[in-house]
């Protein structure tokens, strides 16, 4: 079946634009989680939805990053004037519900901001 | 808070050779503990899971036991392949904490032929 599907793959923007990632869940599953990898970070946080609620954002680095999730499936993550230090790859992952179910990783957008 | 240490990498081997990559946590309750593998160019898979003490999680020739004594998850391989070349995240979830991921920096692997 179907995975987690991310877009776009890639992404370059200039620095103080506003960029949107898309997440596309498996069918079915709904819990959704956001994750950032960054060289000398590692994978980090950023926010959790259970159905289209998300009652963990305690990851997301500032007040320029939000997210939202429509009808219980796709997510869009959003970074508002955009800064060098979120250049990374932010990955999207979903597990059937918020238990202690696998959650299954996309492939990820790779986001470069000159 | 919840935290995951995984020794540093890169770790370099040859082929048939034996594999561990220690684990540990620090966790309040009793976390879920996890590793995924990141292969060059592609997305993180799930290897293996353990969802409380003692239980041992095993796939592809890999194994790592959840000792909570020692509070480690080492990954092990009896006899590492080329393809097992990849990047190895050590993982925990813990129920209190919305079930997010705290994740291990990473540990590379490279199997030589």
Known sequence: ?114 | GDSVTQMEGPVTLSEEAFLTINCTYTATGYPSLFWYVQYPGEGLQLLLKATKADDKGSNKGFEATYRKETTSFHLEKGSVQVSDSAVYFCALMNAGNNRKLIWGLGTSLAVNP
């Open chain 1, 1 to 114: 079946g179907a995975g987690v599907s991310q877009s776009p793959s890639n992404k370059v923007t200039e620095k103080g634009k506003d960029v949107e990632l898309r997440c596309d869940p498996i069918s079915g599953h709904t819990a959704l989680y956001w994750y950032r990898q960054s060289l000398g970070q590692g994978l980090e946080f950023l926010i959790y939805f259970q159905g289209n609620s998300a009652p963990d954002k305690s990851g997301l680095p500032s007040d320029r990053f939000s997210a939202e999730r429509t009808g219980g499936s796709v997510s869009t993550l959003t970074i508002q004037r955009t800064q060098q230090e979120d250049s990374a790859v932010y990955l999207c992952a979903s597990s059937l519900t918020s238990g202690r179910d696998t959650q299954y990783f996309g492939p990820g957008t790779r986001l470069t901001v000159l």
